[in-house]
């Protein structure tokens, strides 16, 4: 069976990602592996370490992405053996941005994107591309603009990004289920459907239920939660574990950019929203120009602190941030009765 890696997190050597995914690469070498992605991407740098040693792997490389992937996580895509999509999985492709302050910068941010884009047309259709999205990528990757594209599972395989869409619903079994929940939870007269009035014609007793889920009967059955779990806990215990997974998965999103900015991490889970492509990008950005600041500005030492105060602060700053984001998690999960 083939081994499975997670990318669920951003792409960063500060947070260990690109270690831990070349350390766990490096254990497999000699079979073939599945990646699972769902990454808003990071530090570009990062990221070729990851796929230089994605390149060097014995067995194949199955690519399976999953809710989304972003920036660098995209880039990755074309150095799979193979790659898999959700139907509802969301792909976005960007140049790369920085500070530039000078020739210099300008010219190492120009040869990133220069490989970017090469990594990228080496599995994409232009013209498909084009046809698709309404953009060129002489547009993706225009200095002067800041581009965004997002495409979907379906059309990321239509420009050929992608090898194979994966489908997550099937809608007839879905209606399927829906029906027969209904039917338990409202206790249907076995002769009534939903939204069948000539059934509703021959049993006026029948409960038939509108396309609003309304019943439309002079008395309709009250029910509690507290009934509703006493005559349906396993229904009622999937239900909750449904709720539970996806605040999981929401406040996980957040808590993959606690380092990245705490205070707006904080505030997101504790408004009760979603994270959002928006919001992403900005903390991806923000990561991006605090890495690329120490990366293309190794020679301005002048203005400074010396490196061993410089190092010291960093850590206590480092370990802070930590310690309030533990607490804070720990705090999140007592509250979703996720504590251990």
Do not use: C
Request: without cysteine.
């Amino acid at each position: 069976m083939a081994k499975e890696i997670l990318l669920y997190n951003v792409i960063s050597r500060g947070l260990g990602t690109a270690e831990n995914f070349i350390n766990s690469l490096e254990e497999n070498k000699d079979q073939d592996v599945v990646i699972r992605s769902n990454t808003p991407g990071g530090d570009v740098f990062a990221g070729w370490g990851m796929i230089g040693k994605m390149r060097e792997h014995n067995k194949n490389i199955l690519l399976k992405i999953e809710g989304n992937t972003s920036s660098m996580g995209t880039v990755m895509i074309p150095f799979s053996d193979r790659s898999e999509a959700l139907e509802v999985t969301q792909i976005m492709i960007h140049r790369a941005s920085g500070p530039v302050e000078n020739e210099q910068d300008q010219k190492l941010l120009d040869t990133i994107n220069k490989d970017l884009r090469r990594a990228l047309e080496s599995k994409i259709d232009l013209d498909k591309f084009e046809k698709v999205t309404g953009v060129t990528m002489d547009d993706v990757f225009d200095p002067e603009k800041r581009i965004e594209v997002w495409l979907t599972a379906a059309e990321a395989k239509e420009v050929g990004l992608i090898d194979k869409v994966n489908k997550i619903i099937d809608e007839k079994e879905g209606m399927k289920a829906v029906a027969d929940k209904f039917a338990a939870f409202n206790s249907f007269n076995p002769e009534a459907t939903l939204e069948d009035p000539e059934k509703k014609a021959k049993n006026p007793e029948a409960k038939i239920v509108d396309g609003n889920n309304n019943l439309n009967n002079e008395n309709p059955k009250n029910m509690t939660l507290d009934k509703f779990k006493a005559e349906n806990p396993d229904l009622f215990a999937s239900v909750l574990a449904l709720g539970v997974k996806a605040e999981k998965d929401r406040t996980g999103s957040w808590l993959a950019f606690g380092d990245v900015d705490f205070e707006t991490v904080k505030k997101g889970i504790e408004s009760g929203e979603e994270l959002s492509r928006t919001i992403t990008a900005e903390f991806i950005r923000k990561e991006f120009s605090a890495e690329a600041l120490v990366n293309l500005k190794d020679d301005s030492t002048a203005k400074v602190e010396t490196p061993e105060v410089k190092a010291t602060k960093e850590e206590t700053e480092a370990s802070e941030k930590e310690v309030k984001l533990n607490a804070f998690e720990a705090k999140l999960n007592e509250s979703l009765g996720l504590a251990k």
